[in-house]
């Protein structure tokens, strides 16, 4: 990557409307992976444990909630929850507008399992 990337990020989640799961990654980074994900009230990522890199997870828009463990972090536009490597996680909306943006080192594409949309 050779340029800076500019975003805003609650707009682009603004604009993703219907779209759900990552509605923008950052492209040409060899270091970082950052996706804005998106995910209606009930859906999200499905219980898990990654093992290969600690996650930053900012709330940009709506409410979620972030399961590490047996602890359940509520994630709003402007509050941060860092995922350690190893710990057991979910993800998942609690609003009908619930983004967030995720950011870790780069790894392999394993992708976790999405959670189907349930009632809110």
């Known amino acids: ?25 950052l492209a040409g ?9 998106r995910f209606p009230a009930g859906g999200g990522v499905e219980e898990h444990v990654n093992e290969a890199v600690d996650v930053l997870l900012v709330g940009v828009s709506g409410e979620g909630a972030v ?3 047996a602890e359940e972090h509520r994630l709003r536009p402007g509050t941060l929850v860092v995922v350690p490597k190893g710990a057991r996680r979910s993800l998942r909306g609690l609003s009908a507008d619930f983004s ?16 189907a949309p349930g009632p809110g």
């Open 1 to 25: 990557m050779e340029e800076a990337v500019f975003l805003d990020l609650a707009r682009a989640a603004a604009e993703a409307g219907d779209r759900r799961g990552a509605v923008w990654t």
């Open 29 to 37: 980074s060899g270091e970082l992976n950052a996706n804005l994900l």
């Open 67 to 69: 399961r590490v463990g």
């Open 100 to 115: 967030c943006l995720s950011v870790h080192r780069r790894r392999g594409p394993l992708l976790p399992g999405r959670r």
